[in-house]
Structure formats: structure tokens, C-alpha cells
């Protein structure tokens, strides 16, 4: 068929009315823009103690500025189009948290918004998205401009319902993204969306896996009830969404318990935001018009308070919370075959969407009803005219009281609430309650209005495997949710008579808890691993208390250096001891500190008091007792018996009080002995001869001991030599201006040296001490002077690069 032509006229006709709309539009705009340049209200300016002509006079002169405190939509700097969607669905008047919230998000700025539930925090941040980004001519083509985030499906359906309705007459494209949804549907549309409103993971979802989605030119970014999504559960996913936004943005928070902490606004990259906490002086935390009551009771009478309570309060609207879905389950199904005279419905997470959206709008609907529900009800979801809310299952803490009592005396509208506890509970809840200015009034259940169900229970039980099996789960998280719960004064699993509870199920024995049973001896295994742990720790302190066998102190020793330097004095045993003195202080003064040549000065004095004594008491006498060299050649106890057998019990004693430095000196006495001992034998053989035996053993003793002390020597003096040639490399570096360079270079240095110092040494271990030690001296110089080289090429190469 052919296509009918449009009349020309008619065509011009459309466009004229579009260029008029167009030129209305941005009149409009620019008429707001400058409205709201003269209007601003001051930074961290709340309106709402402003209320007569005097107070307004006094702010105006204060901040100088002609902003004027607001009540009504009308009188706001804000669209037609928003103005007209308003009033069309009887928005007249604002909320206390719409006053104070909407001046300063419509001016860019980021808020955190606090009031107590049912107060209107849904416009709060509805009105400024619309009008943002009508402002700025927002079209598909630009992308997401706004996301709406919240944390439950409900919820967001709740919030894009209030967005389709006040936004209905602007022409802005708006979706709802939430899971339980058709996701490849979504996906086609979702980058054409100029408003998104959507779950944290769904939103996630589509961020990874939708072509074309970006939200590069993303202008808000609103948190419905902040404090629940920028928790642990939701923690991951929100750190990766805020990866993909940009940091130029303005983010709203808004919740009716701000519990946000610093690092979590951190994460948001908040800029000067203001906060605005309605309610922060009010009596309470809760609403005016709302009610709260709670009654004591033993857990196993609760079920029985609930359908007593159901069936006094038949001409009721009901939502009855319980701590799982398997208990939701049970209650539904049990109170379903019970028939108490009112609809029942019961919703809960592991519902299809869809399920879940039909029972959410029924419920709406109904004027009289009971629905079961878990926490996922909780928060921000707004049932009409609901009478009661009954608390079964203690909440987990007072924010979860809040939000739960919070769905009914919603806005102006009257409401109850009943919190029911067992003993065991309610001292401590109740003062939690009252910390946060909560006060509930407590009421003693009326005996004769009290029904048993137990009997009838236990007869449905057995008739019905199904519902037995459900009675069976519900015990089962309950108490799984108690053994759980954080706040351990008020769940106490021990005081809950478990047993009881089972049969007032209609449960004829107890079920087993598995998981419980698992976490119990998971606990006791951590507490045995802690305690072995401790007592290993304990053993191997007392072993260092004790002291450590001295062989092994040898290869222990820390600072080895005073050893070192003392062995080289015995070297020179037969010189001139103050020769001996100023060759070191002339040759390698260097390495030796102040501490360490007053140690020597000690030595010296204990090596004569040794001296002394030796000529004393009479080598020949003490060594003649000596046969322990040929029954046990073990270094530790011909230590020890040489330390017996040569009378140097002072220095023993002096070495065992004191630490393991002290104990280097021990060892170098040792040796400086046997050094006496055998010169004075060959010089004066004057003392009677011992076995030959005895005497190779004190020669290979005293040979391994020099090698060990040898050995530590050698490393101390390459260590030494390391740092004095760092420091050198590092003055000269510097004097040529190569800072830069000194830190590569120490890793360089460090790669090449060691192999170099190490290797060269080993060679002239048989000669002599001193010669050894003039060749490590030369040997170092020359290496410290190619090092030094290649270190200043490799600066300069580094220095080049860096240019
Ligand atoms: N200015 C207003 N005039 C009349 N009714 C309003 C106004 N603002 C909000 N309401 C109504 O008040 C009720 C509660 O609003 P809303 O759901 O935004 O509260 P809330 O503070 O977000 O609650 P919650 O803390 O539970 O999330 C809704 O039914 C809403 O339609």
C-alpha cells in the first residue's frame, strides 16, 4: 500500500511547534540557572528552624545572599514539567527532608540525607535527578546521566514506580534494572537509558557484560539507604561499579540510620558534602506516630503468641517478620492449614521475581491481611496503610528495629508496632533500644486470650511430611541463627530451651544440627592449635633461658668483631702488647669503635689476672688430671674441661652471667690459654710432659677454633669493608652530583662483590694472620677501586638515561 503524504502545512506546522518548545525550554533553563545562582542556599545551611519573618531577615542578613526557605514544591526554582508531575500526584507540600535536602542538591552539591522512615526521602533525590538533568539537556544519545541504586528489587521497583509517575511529563528515557529479570531485553536497551534505577549486582552485570554500556558521561549518582549498600555484603560489588563512574559526579546518600563510615565516603570520593540529618535532635529515632510495644515470653510460647495475636487482630493489615525464609515457610504453611480467619501471604528471597512482585502488589492492595516476611521486606518499602508490625525473631540490631518498625506511620499516617523477646533477650535489647532513643512500652499477654496450638501442630506434622520437614528447617536456622548472630549478650544459645522449642513446633524430637556441631569442634581444634602453639613457644623460650651449648653460641654470635679483633692480639701474644696496640690503631683503626678498644683494655686486664693465676696454681699438676681429650672429643666438653682443668673458673663465672658478647670473650681467653700454655711449654719445658695424645688434642682443638674464629674474622672484615667502600662510592657520587644513582648502584654492588671478597681470602688461609690480612687489604683496595669505576660508569650510564 502506498504511504499516504503528509500536508505540507501540517509538517511546518509540527516544526514550528518543536523550534517554540525548543525556545520555551531554554528560556526556561536560563531562567532557572539564574534563579538558582541568586537563590543558593549558604553551604551547611539547614532552613528548617527558619519559620517567621524574623528569622528569615536575620538569615538573609547573615549570609547576604536572597535565598529563601521554601515549603512548598511551587515556590522551588524547578521546572514546569517536574511542578506539573508533582501536583498531579498530590505533592503539594514538602517533607522536612525534602526542604532541607532538595536547595542543595539542586545546586551540584553531594549530600548524605538522615531521616526517620516514611519521611519522603524518595523525592528527596527524585525532584533534583529530574531537574539536573533537564538542565543540561539530557537526550539518549548523551547516555546514563543518573543511577539510582538500591538494595533490594522491591525496593528499585518501588523507586522507578516514583520516577515514572513525577517524571512523566519530561522527556527523559528512564529503565529498571534489577535481577530476576529478562537480562538480554535489558541489555538492548539499557545504554539508551538517561535514568537508570537498578540492583548492585544487576547493574555490575551489565557493566561487564552489555556492548556499548558505559557511564563515562554519568552527572548523579544517588545510594538508597546508603548505609545497607556500602556494607560488607555489598562491598565488592560496589567498589567495582565505582571503578567504572566517573569521579566527577554528584552522589546523594540517603538512608533513615546513617551508619556510613569514613572509609566507606572515602570510596565515594564525596565533595564538601553536605549532611543532612532531619531528625537528629527529635525525641526519637522512630516516627511521631508510631506506636511500640513488646511482650517477654519463653521461646517455646512464641508460636503461640503469634497466632493468638493473629486472631485478636482479624480487621488488620499484618507483616509479621521472622529471621529466615524456612521459617517464613513454615509459619505460612502451619497457619495456612490452621485457618485463622485473614488472608495470609508470605514473601521471601528465594521467591521467583515474579512471585515475589504479585504477592509485594497484593499485599499493597489488601485492606486486611497477614504476610510472613523475612528483613528483605524491610528496608524502604512502602505498604499502604499498614496497622501492625510484628517483630517474632529479635532483630540482629537497633538499625534492623528501625527499618522493620519503619513500614508502618508511614508519612502522616498512625501505626504499631510489637516486638516480641524471650527473657533471656530483653535486658539487653531493650537498653540498646533506649541508647538510640527508642522506648517501647512493655505489656503482659492476656492469659485468657492465649490459644495452644501445639497439639493441632503436631497432628498436621504427622499428616503432612511436607510440613513436617518445613518445622524441621525452620528449627534448624533458627538456632543456626542465634549460634550466629554477632551481638553475643543478647543471643545467648544456652539459654533458649531448644528442646521445648522443637516440640512447640510439633517436632517430636530435636533435630540435629550439623553445622553447629562443625562450628563447635572447628573452635575447640582452633583453641588446642592456639595452645600447642603457645606451649612450643614457651619450650623454646625456657631453652633459651637455659642457655644455648657454647659450640653452637659460636656459630650464633651476633657481633663478632670484639672476637675478631682480640683473636689478632693473640696473634701477637709474644710481642710488645703495646706494639700490638698501635699497629691496629695505625693499620686498621677503622674498624675498631671506641666500645670495642675499651673492651680490649678489659680483656687485656682479665688476661692478666689469668696470667697470675696460671703461674700460681702450677700448669703440670692440673693438666696431669686431664684424660678427657681421649674419652670424648666433643668441642663442648673439652671446652669445658680445658676451662676446669685450667683454673679459669673467674672467667667462666664472669661469661656465664653475662651475655653472649661477654661469652666471645671467653672463648678468645680460652684460646689466648692454650696459646700460654703452649708457649711457656716449648719456651720453658719446665712443666712434667702429658701424654702426647692429650697434647695433639689440645693442638687440633685449639687448630678448630682458630679456624672458626678465622673464618668469622673474614667475614667480619668483608662486611666492614663493604661499608666503608659504600660509604666512600656514596661521597664520591655525590661530589659529582650522582645522588640519583646510589641506590641502583648498592644493588649492583652487591650482586657483584660478595663472590669477589669471598672467593679471595680462602686461598691464603695457611699463611700467616697478619699476611692474610695484608692481602685482604690490598685485594680490597685494588676491587674498591675497579668497583668504584665500574660504579661511577654505571652512574654516568644511569645519569645519561635519565637525561
Ligand atoms: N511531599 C509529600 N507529600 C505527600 N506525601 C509524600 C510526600 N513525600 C513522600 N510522600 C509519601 O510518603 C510515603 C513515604 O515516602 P518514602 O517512601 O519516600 O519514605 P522514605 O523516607 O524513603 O522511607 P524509608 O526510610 O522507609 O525508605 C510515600 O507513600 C510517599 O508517597
Not at 539508551?192 to 554519568?218: A, D, K, W, Y
Request: charged fraction near 30%; include cysteine; aromatic fraction near 6%.
Amino acid at each position: 500500500m502506498k504511504k499516504t503524504k503528509k500536508p505540507k502545512y501540517k509538517k511546518n506546522k509540527r516544526k514550528q511547534q518543536k523550534q517554540q518548545q525548543k525556545a520555551n525550554e531554554a528560556k526556561e533553563i536560563k531562567e532557572l540557572e539564574q534563579r538558582l545562582k541568586l537563590e543558593k542556599p549558604p553551604p551547611t545551611g539547614n532552613d528548617l528552624k527558619i519559620n517567621n519573618e524574623e528569622d528569615v531577615n536575620n538569615f538573609l542578613e547573615n549570609y547576604r545572599i536572597r535565598y529563601k526557605p521554601v515549603k512548598t514544591f511551587s515556590e522551588l526554582p524547578i521546572s514546569f514539567n517536574t511542578k506539573k508531575g508533582l501536583s498531579f500526584n498530590n505533592f503539594t507540600q514538602m517533607t522536612e527532608i525534602q526542604r532541607a535536602a532538595i536547595p542543595h542538591a539542586l545546586v551540584g552539591r553531594d549530600l548524605l540525607g538522615a531521616a526517620v522512615t516514611g519521611s519522603g526521602k524518595t523525592l528527596a533525590f527524585i525532584v533534583p535527578i529530574l531537574e539536573n538533568l533537564y538542565r543540561s539537556r539530557w537526550t539518549s544519545l548523551d547516555g546514563v546521566g543518573a543511577i539510582i541504586i538500591s538494595p533490594t528489587r522491591e525496593l528499585a521497583l518501588q523507586i522507578f514506580t516514583v520516577l515514572e509517575k513525577v517524571g512523566q511529563f519530561h522527556s527523559l528515557s528512564a529503565g529498571l534494572i534489577i535481577g530476576g529479570k529478562d537480562v538480554d531485553f535489558e541489555k538492548e536497551r539499557v545504554s539508551l537509558m538517561s535514568i537508570l534505577v537498578c540492583t548492585p549486582g544487576r547493574l555490575l552485570q551489565h557493566m561487564n557484560e552489555t556492548f556499548g554500556f558505559n557511564c563515562e558521561n554519568l552527572k548523579m549518582l544517588v545510594l538508597d539507604e546508603a548505609d545497607r549498600i556500602l556494607d560488607m555484603g555489598f562491598a565488592e560489588t560496589i567498589n567495582a561499579i565505582l571503578d567504572n563512574l566517573p569521579l566527577q559526579r554528584q552522589t546523594l546518600l540517603f538512608s533513615a540510620t546513617q551508619r556510613t563510615t569514613l572509609t566507606q565516603l572515602m570510596r565515594l570520593n564525596l565533595k564538601n558534602p553536605e549532611y543532612i540529618s532531619v531528625h537528629e535532635h527529635a525525641e526519637k529515632s522512630t516516627p511521631e506516630r508510631l506506636s511500640q510495644f513488646y511482650i517477654t515470653c519463653q521461646l517455646d510460647e512464641k508460636i503461640n503468641v503469634v497466632y493468638s495475636f493473629i486472631k485478636t487482630h482479624l480487621n488488620q493489615k499484618i507483616l509479621v517478620f521472622l529471621t529466615s525464609c524456612k521459617q517464613v515457610k513454615f509459619f505460612f504453611e502451619a497457619f495456612r492449614h490452621l485457618q485463622p480467619g485473614i488472608p495470609l501471604l508470605h514473601i521471601h528471597g528465594n521467591m521467583k521475581q515474579a512471585t515475589r512482585t504479585e504477592i509485594h502488589d497484593d499485599f499493597c492492595k489488601k485492606k486486611r491481611a497477614v504476610m510472613f516476611t523475612t528483613d528483605l521486606s524491610s528496608r524502604g518499602l512502602d505498604f499502604p496503610a499498614v496497622h501492625w508490625v510484628v517483630q517474632v525473631d529479635c532483630p540482629e540490631d537497633v538499625d534492623t528495629y528501625i527499618h522493620r518498625v519503619g513500614r508502618t506511620a508511614r508519612n502522616e499516617s498512625f501505626g504499631s508496632a510489637l516486638l516480641i523477646l524471650c527473657q533471656s533477650e530483653e535486658p539487653e535489647m531493650i537498653s540498646l533500644l533506649q541508647l538510640r532513643k527508642i522506648v517501647l512500652t512493655k505489656i503482659e499477654i492476656n492469659d485468657d486470650k492465649m490459644l495452644s496450638i501445639q497439639t493441632a501442630l503436631q497432628g498436621l506434622l504427622s499428616k503432612f511430611p511436607q510440613l513436617k520437614y518445613f518445622a524441621e528447617r525452620s528449627f534448624v536456622t533458627y538456632v543456626r541463627s542465634i549460634f550466629f548472630q554477632k551481638n553475643k549478650k543478647v543471643f545467648q544459645l544456652e539459654k533458649y530451651p531448644l528442646d521445648k522449642y522443637s516440640q512447640s513446633l510439633g517436632l517430636v524430637s530435636t533435630p540435629k544440627i550439623k553445622a553447629i556441631k562443625r562450628e563447635i569442634s572447628k573452635k575447640k581444634r582452633k583453641e588446642i592449635d592456639i595452645e600447642e602453639k603457645q606451649e612450643k613457644k614457651d619450650q623454646e623460650k625456657q631453652k633459651q633461658k637455659q642457655g644455648i651449648p657454647r659450640d653452637e653460641k659460636i656459630m650464633l654470635r651476633e657481633n663478632r668483631d670484639v672476637l675478631s679483633k682480640d683473636w689478632l692480639k693473640l696473634k701477637e701474644l709474644n710481642e710488645n702488647e703495646e706494639d700490638f696496640l698501635t699497629k691496629k690503631e695505625d693499620g686498621v683503626h677503622n674498624y675498631l669503635t671506641s666500645e670495642e678498644l675499651n673492651n680490649e683494655n678489659q680483656i687485656e686486664k682479665i688476661r692478666s689476672k689469668q696470667r697470675i693465676k696460671i703461674g700460681k696454681s702450677g700448669l703440670t699438676t692440673k693438666y696431669n688430671k686431664k684424660v678427657v681429650f681421649s674419652d670424648d672429643d666433643s668441642d663442648e666438653n673439652s671446652n669445658q674441661n680445658l676451662d676446669e682443668n685450667q683454673n679459669l673458673d673467674e672467667n667462666q663465672n664472669l661469661n656465664e652471667n653475662e651475655n653472649l658478647d661477654e661469652n666471645e670473650n671467653e672463648n678468645q681467653n680460652l684460646d689466648e690459654n692454650l696459646n700460654q700454655n703452649q708457649n711457656q711449654n716449648q719456651n720453658q719445658n719446665q712443666f712434667e710432659p702429658y701424654s702426647s695424645t692429650t697434647f695433639d688434642d689440645i693442638q687440633n682443638f685449639r687448630k678448630s677454633v682458630r679456624e672458626k674464629i678465622q673464618k668469622s674474622d673474614q667475614e667480619d672484615r668483608i662486611l666492614e669493608n663493604k661499608k666503608l667502600k659504600q660509604r666512600r662510592l656514596k661521597k664520591k657520587l655525590s661530589e659529582k652530583g650522582l645522588d640519583f644513582a646510589v641506590e641502583n648502584i648498592k644493588e649492583k654492588q652487591e650482586l657483584n662483590e660478595p663472590k669477589l671478597l669471598e672467593k679471595k681470602p680462602k686461598k691464603n688461609q695457611k699463611k700467616s694472620k697478619k699476611v692474610s690480612t695484608k692481602f685482604q687489604e690490598n685485594s680490597l683496595e685494588n676491587m674498591e677501586q675497579n668497583s668504584l669505576e665500574n660504579m661511577e660508569q654505571i652512574a654516568m650510564k644511569l645519569l645519561h638515561n635519565n637525561l
